[in-house]
């Protein structure tokens, strides 16, 4: 009798490595598991796209969330059911302080809780906070290739129109007098799933980090002018967590 597999994600325990990278995107699946050996496709559902293969001779897979919290929480579940502990979100974000420029790596140290999936998982006030191993290992890997890297507290929301469009929306106040207050905070960037991914991994007793490239920054816009066209190439970041992840399985099979 086969496996029961994965609600959502139509994947089963030995499909799914023990250390799993988390793109946004299903096109971004196949870029990242190219740097895997002996890859192949695992399934394909909705917005959930799993390859699976090995980095140091340790199983690993890559599984797409799609935009926001709901699904990346429902990912992360399903995929802690399959045996995994370890995440590594790969994404992208929008600057958020006018003197960052686009292309930057930003790993989070922390999130904003501006969503609304972790509040079914924790009150307000518990922290949207990574591991702080996974993070030293993202920073160390971004700095070993000689990339200019930002570590710092990113803001998560769960309405994209909400940022970029906030004028016309019938909580305009709430939303301007808040992204004010995050920018005064020295907030970097903004995007819409590691706040939900930090807390469910609190929650699960998992390992999660992200790492960011900011592909546009409209605060820099609004103070300098038009700016370069947006970089939307993860192939930086996609190395930077791929050797990451390789220092991570090293040090857990030394323990």
């Not at 999130?111 to 949207?128: D, H, L, Q």
């Not at 507290?153 to 940022?163: A, L, T």
């Not at 699960?204 to 490239?213: G, I, M, P, W």
């Not at 300098?224 to 066209?229: D, V, W």
Request: glycine residues 8%.
């Amino acid at each position: 009798m086969s496996a029961p597999k994965a609600f959502h994600l139509k994947c089963s325990e030995e499909e799914i490595g023990r250390y799993v990278f988390l793109p946004g995107a299903p096109e971004r699946v196949k870029q990242i598991a190219e740097n895997f050996e002996n890859y192949h496709k695992v399934s394909q559902n909705r917005e959930f796209t799993i390859h699976s293969g090995f980095l140091n001779n340790t199983k690993v897979s890559v599984v797409s969330t799609g935009i926001g919290g709901p699904s990346a929480a429902i990912a992360m579940e399903e995929l802690v059911q399959c045996g995994a502990d370890t995440f590594i979100r790969i994404g992208t974000c929008g600057g958020m302080q006018p003197d960052l420029l686009p292309g930057a790596i930003i790993i989070p140290t922390g999130a904003v809780r501006m969503e609304g999936t972790s509040k079914e998982y924790m009150p307000i006030e518990f922290p949207a906070v990574p591991d702080f191993a996974l993070i030293s290992a993202l920073s160390n890997a971004a700095k070993n290739s000689d990339l200019k890297y930002y570590t710092g507290v990113v803001q998560c929301k769960d309405s994209f129109y909400g940022q970029h469009s906030p004028e016309r929306m019938p909580v305009k106040k709430m939303l301007l007098d808040n992204w004010e207050a995050w920018k005064a905070g020295g907030v970097l960037a903004s995007e819409m799933e590691s706040a939900a991914l930090f807390v469910v991994a609190s929650t699960l007793h998992v390992r999660c980090a992200t790492v960011l490239k900011m592909i546009w920054n409209q605060e820099r816009e609004n103070k300098y002018g038009k700016q370069p066209e947006p970089d939307y190439s993860t192939k930086d970041v996609i190395s930077v967590a791929i050797e990451a992840m390789k220092n991570i399985i090293n040090n857990d099979k030394n323990q």
